[in-house]
């Protein structure tokens, strides 16, 4: 029985590719020859051309969130602009909880008001 498509991605040249899983197997892009970084299957790419949507993507990736099926369908919520990432970013620093946690929030508890 052949394995489901997996996604790979090349970061600095803005490349995707579908290919089967292999723990064992080191990918590499065939335009660069770096290694491609395992993002899951349920990835969707952004536009070659659509740099701010890289740059989020490359945040994401660096912390650790990929873009795995769950047992309900999709990976989640993941953002998709840097404006999200940043208010994510602010979020975890004045709250404590993990980056990659603060990330994958679909949405961020309001302040508490100040008396």
Do not use: N
């Amino acid at each position: 029985m052949a394995h489901a498509k997996t996604s790979y991605v090349c970061l600095p040249c803005r490349a995707s590719y579908k290919q089967s899983y292999d723990r064992d197997r080191q990918r590499i892009c065939p335009r660069c020859t770096r290694p491609l970084v395992h993002v899951g299957s349920a990835f969707a790419a952004p536009r070659r051309r659509d740099t701010a949507a890289w740059r989020t993507l490359s945040v994401l990736l660096h912390a650790g969130v990929r873009f795995h099926k769950s047992c309900c369908g999709g990976p989640g919520y993941r953002p998709r602009t840097l404006r999200e990432v940043r208010e994510r970013m602010t979020y975890a620093r004045r709250s404590g909880e993990p980056f990659a946690r603060s990330l994958v929030r679909h949405e961020l508890p309001s302040p508490s008001p100040r008396g």
